[in-house]
């Protein structure tokens, strides 16, 4: 008994004795993880605002490596791998942290929409889609419903970017897209045959947008294909006074239907007025195709129109008069729209940058490469 109590009295100071230093050395170990954590991760901070990103990318994976909890870590690894393209790792880093049943809500949320970013930059898009559903009434709900809008736009699929739009608020904002949605749904359908789905998709568009150039446009030509030229006329009548920029896509279309409907005379009056409002070669040609070859104020307007804007489109107008009928007026007039149309092409570009100059380099001024101007100008390449 007397040696059982012995032993005790020696064992119970000599075990806390050993307790004590184990404690310390898992301290020390601890601290000294620590400290070896923020000492890679500042580093990887430094090489990656050097720009060394193969550097920044084995100090985050040590970083990783020394405290792997650490999710700020790991976000910053999967960026970097995305950055770089890389992106089978940076799935494989957000995954590992989605795998985590220790993270948080809000990282969890972080890490979805990094994983549903690293698929759309692989261009696995229908993953993409899902990893952006899957943030649907989270704090990201926004930017991912704004995402799954560029997805479907870029995959053509017309529908579901419409019915996307109409759920992004405020909606109004939108409008004009989707009134483009139903206007790619009404040239699909009205290429199969479906001309029912076409005049549907059409009314959708402008109740979506009433001021939408597009859907006037085409209800036209759809119009002006079933021999219905009137009503064409009087559908881009009405694009002309709403969008005079947009009316300049079917002038010629629209001159070639007042003459199958014998209206040239108002389609004259209605061009003339546009012209003079808003002076454009498609308007000129457009009134040119309804007069007569040899009208006699094809030259003066011709002149009038070179001489306000002097472009090659104006110049090949006036050039394509008998040379006989040139003044030298005219041809005043088409020196001076040759050597303005000229003047940005007689430069030299930088084959690395693209950097113009008018004078040879031997070094870009732009990227100082050496010998990346080609000899000839930018006319003669």
Not at 169 to 190: G, K, M, N, Q, V
Request: overall charge neutral; some cysteine.
């Amino acid at each position: 008994m007397d040696l059982t109590l012995s032993w005790l009295l020696l064992g119970l100071p000599l075990a806390f004795a050993l307790g004590w230093v184990a404690s310390r050395i898992d301290l020390r170990q601890l601290r000294r993880e620590r400290r070896d954590s923020p000492r890679a991760y500042f580093k990887g901070l430094n090489l990656l605002l050097d720009e060394q990103q193969d550097q920044a990318i084995d100090a985050f994976i040590e970083a990783v490596q020394n405290d792997p909890d650490t999710s700020e870590l790991h976000f910053a690894l999967g960026n970097l791998f995305r950055r770089r393209g890389e992106f089978e790792r940076a799935v494989r880093v957000h995954q590992h942290l989605l795998g985590r049943a220790d993270l948080k809500p809000a990282d969890r949320e972080r890490a979805q929409r990094a994983l549903a970013q690293d698929y759309m930059k692989a261009g696995l898009f229908d993953r993409a889609e899902a990893a952006w559903h899957a943030l649907e009434g989270t704090a990201f709900d926004a930017q991912a419903r704004l995402a799954l809008l560029s997805l479907y736009e870029r995959m053509r699929d017309w529908p579901r970017a419409a019915a996307v739009a109409r759920r992004l608020e405020p909606a109004a904002t939108f409008a004009s897209r989707i009134a483009h949605y139903e206007c790619e749904l009404a040239e699909a359908a009205d290429a199969g045959g479906r001309s029912d789905e076409a005049d549907a998709a059409l009314a959708r568009a402008r109740a979506a947008d009433p001021q939408a150039p597009r859907p006037l446009l085409l209800a036209g030509r759809r119009r002006a294909r079933q021999g219905d030229a009137r009503a064409a006329l009087a559908l881009w009548d009405q694009l002309r006074q709403q969008h005079p920029g947009s009316f300049l896509l079917v002038a010629a279309d629209y001159a070639a239907q007042a003459q199958a409907c014998g209206r040239e005379a108002a389609a004259q009056a209605a061009l003339s007025a546009a012209l003079a409002e808003h002076p454009a070669i498609e308007l000129l040609q457009a009134l040119e195709s309804l007069e007569p070859a040899d009208a006699p104020q094809r030259l003066p307007r011709l002149l009038d129109h070179l001489r306000s804007h002097p472009t090659l489109s104006a110049a090949q107008g006036l050039l394509a008069l008998p040379p006989a009928a040139l003044t030298p007026e005219a041809w005043t007039a088409l020196r001076a729209a040759v050597a303005r149309s000229a003047g940005p092409l007689q430069r030299y570009r930088c084959a690395t940058c693209g950097f113009e100059a008018q004078h040879y380099f031997w070094q870009c001024p732009g990227c100082l490469s050496w010998d990346s101007y080609p000899p000839q100008r930018i006319d003669a390449l």
